[in-house]
């Protein structure tokens, strides 16, 4: 069992940090495998109302999935029993679903560190006392258990959990999201990593020459920004990258250097993040990923926490980019990234821009 010790007080930016640069490396894991995991390349996570911390943890969960390259579709359902049946229709191999439980421990210990006060005794005479002030500590620990079924047979294929404890009070929400992804480490990357959504019917609206969805979103500075607020203006580069996505962290300072040739020329790049986390946890992550430095980017960061927007663009793996022209038209679309992929990018936004 993993265990982090601070000082108990808000969750400051600065907590959130020494929460994910000293725990992360102290979740304890157990985790059980069967050979047929590995054939499984989507899944369908439900959130099953009747078990606890379900909702965060499918959010976590499909994050962390298509981050390794599976198709992650969501579904819900209110019991345990009915998993199977809330993935039908939603065409997966497998079914994952998980669950917290959560307990805590109350104790009072003292600083080791001494302060001096003045008391009145009986006969009226003053006195001056050393004391040790006690602090109240609260040892939290939350466990995460996670299940995957085969979609058809209902076997059992993984069973897997993790726990940690704190004591700074840490965010239940942000916890759950470390221990999901220490859990999904085991889980190798889907050999589906760089392949396009398949072209159903159902993802007519995200292809190269079809209007892009519209979306509201909120930047981690709490602005307020649609994609319609560009259309008829700009060329947009939508850009979907997540904070453990390595290809992706590598690719922003490229489309930083082109947001800086140009912008001046009618450009405008829109990065939506697709880790389902709110602006301090995805800015602290970010500093975790980078070693200490933060990302030095200007164009707007978006948030997605309700994976709203990567639903709309069917994202099956980041980073996924896509080139929109000032009429709302899909013009490019590209999955993944390896270095020399932002020239290609370049240079259609040259053409994109040069035919207004």
């Known amino acids: 069992m993993g265990k982090c010790v601070g000082s108990r007080r808000l969750l400051s930016f600065v907590t959130m940090l020494w929460l994910a640069t000293s725990c992360a490396t102290n979740i304890s894991t157990t985790v059980k495998k069967d050979p047929e995991l590995a054939r499984i390349k989507s899944f369908g996570v439900i959130d099953v109302a009747e078990l606890r911390g379900g909702d965060i943890v499918s959010k976590a969960l499909v994050s962390g999935l298509r981050q390794k390259g599976f198709v992650a579709e969501k579904a819900q359902t209110a019991e345990e029993d009915s998993i199977r049946n809330a993935a039908r229709g939603l065409n997966v191999d497998g079914v994952i679903y998980g669950y917290i439980s959560r307990t805590e421990q109350h104790s009072w210990v003292t600083q080791g560190e001494e302060r001096v006060r003045t008391r009145e005794t009986a006969t009226g005479t003053k006195e001056t006392v050393t004391y040790e002030p006690p602090r109240l500590i609260i040892n939290k620990t939350i466990n995460v258990r996670i299940r995957a079924l085969d979609s058809v047979t209902g076997d059992l294929?993984?069973?897997?959990?993790?726990?940690?404890?704190?004591?700074?009070?840490?965010?239940?929400?942000?916890?759950?999201?470390?221990l999901v992804g220490k859990i999904l480490e085991e889980l190798p990357h889907s050999s589906t990593k760089g392949a396009l959504v398949p072209q159903t019917q159902e993802n007519q609206s995200v292809l190269v020459g079809q209007h892009a969805p519209d979306f509201v979103a909120n930047t981690i500075k709490g602005e307020k920004i649609a994609l319609a607020d560009f259309v008829g203006k700009k060329t947009i580069v939508l850009n979907f990258w997540g904070i453990r996505c390595l290809p992706c962290i590598q690719e922003m300072p490229k489309l930083e250097s082109i947001y800086g040739r140009y912008k001046d020329k009618g450009l405008e790049i829109l990065a939506v993040n697709?880790?389902?986390v709110d602006s301090e946890v995805m800015q602290a992550n970010l500093v975790k990923?980078?070693?200490?430095?933060?990302?030095?980017?200007?164009?707007?960061?978006?948030?997605?926490e309700e994976f709203k927007i990567i639903d709309l663009y069917h994202l099956t793996v980041a980073p996924l980019t896509v080139l929109i022209d000032r009429g709302g038209v899909i013009r490019y679309r590209h999955t993944?990234?390896?270095?020399g992929d932002e020239v290609d990018l370049e240079n259609a936004i040259k053409q994109v821009l040069q035919s207004g």
């Open 157 to 178: 294929l993984w069973d897997a959990e993790a726990e940690i404890t704190d004591d700074i009070g840490a965010d239940d929400a942000y916890m759950v999201e470390k």
């Open 274 to 276: 697709v880790d389902g």
């Open 289 to 304: 990923q980078l070693g200490g430095t933060s990302l030095s980017v200007t164009y707007p960061l978006l948030l997605d």
């Open 336 to 339: 993944d990234y390896q270095p």
